[in-house]
């Protein structure tokens, strides 16, 4: 059978494994579900980007609302990568994981002053602004601490990303970014203003992108603002491209890392810019599709319409189809002989329509089966829920060799701690 994505999660002697080690027997140890990451997924899909930017001076820097766990970010860190942030708890998160405070890049349309402050504080690399009463607010909180706070523009370079409208980020009409009309005298005022150190320029212009095209059209966007700001005597250190970059889920055929960077870098050596520091900020195409959500299938409901797949996994788990119709495969862990083969909606117990999977699934599966939902790496944990009072998930991550357990299951306590009775 066919498998999207990586070849670490694979079917030995007809058992799914995770980088060789079989998924029913960790299925079995800590219950369902239950998200298997591999770490040498995820550092083949680095070496791709390191790969790409080779002799350059370069910083990767992993984009943690992808996948937020902490044995993760560990990976990351050790392997050399700096992270994208977009919130207090993201910095304190990344540097709780061992990252070196001077590579954390902030991004976010509503930092707040506290988090400003924080930031500062702990010394972080860059904030990438987005609007022009970030400046002003930035400007304000680092003169009252009597520092100056490194910054970059974020950039809207109006670029059509061709994804999917929640996840587009980089058109006029998103709120991310100060405009690609207005970046000039954006930097102009933040050049003036004494809280601020202007060191780089930055763009990110959506997610799950599989063309070339839109990445180069904001390459020469965003070396054109360059230019120009430079012309205008305000230097720039580093050019940041943002993240971005598809993965496969369903048949996708994006750019492998390295190739992508290869043609954006062409554009930057005819520009004479070859030698400039460039950060990236990648996500998903570094995690998506280095992990998997096991989950058991707790029993069949055939019906007049549809036959419904109902498994112990929910949208609260994988979020993603409910919020954007995403398309994750579903594969049994094992081949079952004496199942009868049949088209499902595979869903979850949560009540609400929306908390499906996947869609007219053909599947030969009976209750107490394992099923994989492949290409769960990223935006899936990171945005759980504990909606209808569902403990989030328990994490494994294969690593060494070995499966190690980097977030247990949650439990009523661990989720109702905060709570308080009358
Ligand atoms: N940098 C910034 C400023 C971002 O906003 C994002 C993602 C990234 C980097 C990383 O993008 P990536 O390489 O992962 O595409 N929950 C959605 C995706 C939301 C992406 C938000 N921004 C999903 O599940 O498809």
Request: glycine share 10%.
């Amino acid at each position: 059978m066919q498998l999207p994505g990586s070849p670490f999660f694979a079917y030995h002697n007809g058992v799914l494994c995770a980088d060789g080690l079989p998924l029913p027997a960790l299925a079995r140890q800590h219950g369902t579900p239950l998200f298997v990451y591999s770490q040498n997924a995820m550092l083949a899909a680095l070496a791709a980007y390191q790969r790409g930017l080779h002799g350059r001076d370069a910083l990767v820097c992993y984009a943690l609302k992808a996948n937020s766990a902490l044995a993760v970010l560990q990976t990351f860190a050790r392997a050399g990568c700096g992270f994208d942030t977009v919130s207090g708890g993201e910095i304190q998160r990344a540097l709780r994981a061992g990252a070196k405070p001077e590579t954390i890049i902030f991004s976010g349309v509503g930092k707040t002053r506290s988090e400003m402050r924080m930031a500062l504080e702990v010394g972080i690399g860059c904030f990438n602004v987005e609007s022009m009463f970030e400046l002003d607010m930035l400007n304000a909180v680092a003169v009252d601490m009597g520092v100056q706070a490194p910054i970059s523009i974020r950039v809207n370079p109006d670029v059509d990303a061709k994804t999917h409208p929640y996840i587009s980020t980089g058109l006029t009409s998103n709120k991310f970014g100060i405009a690609h009309t207005e970046a000039l005298a954006a930097y102009q005022k933040a050049a003036a203003l004494p809280g601020l150190r202007v060191i780089g320029i930055d763009c990110h212009i959506g997610s799950q992108i599989t063309e070339v095209a839109p990445f180069l059209e904001a390459t020469e966007r965003l070396l054109d603002l360059v230019e120009q700001i430079e012309a205008a005597g305000i230097p720039l250190q580093h050019v940041d491209f943002g993240g971005g970059l598809g993965i496969d889920y369903h048949g996708d055929t994006p750019p492998a890392a390295d190739t992508l960077l290869q043609q954006m870098l062409v554009r930057l050596d005819a520009r004479g810019m070859g030698q400039r520091k460039i950060v990236l900020e990648p996500g998903r195409s570094l995690v998506g599709n280095a992990g998997v959500c096991v989950t058991e299938v707790i029993g069949l409901k055939p019906g007049a319409v549809k036959n419904f797949c109902i498994v112990d996994a929910a949208m609260n788990d994988l979020p993603r189809p409910a919020m954007y119709q995403a398309w994750h495969a579903i594969v049994p862990l094992q081949a079952n002989a004496g199942a009868e083969a049949s088209t499902y909606d595979v869903v979850g117990p949560v009540c609400e329509s929306g908390d499906w999977i996947g869609c007219d699934r053909p599947l030969a599966v009976q209750a107490g089966d394992w099923l994989a939902v492949m290409s769960a790496g990223a935006y899936c944990m990171s945005m759980a829920s504990n909606y209808n009072s569902r403990g989030r998930a328990a994490e494994v991550l294969v690593a060494d060799g070995a499966a190690h357990l980097i977030a247990e299951r949650e439990t009523l306590a661990d989720f109702t701690q905060r709570e308080r009775t009358l």
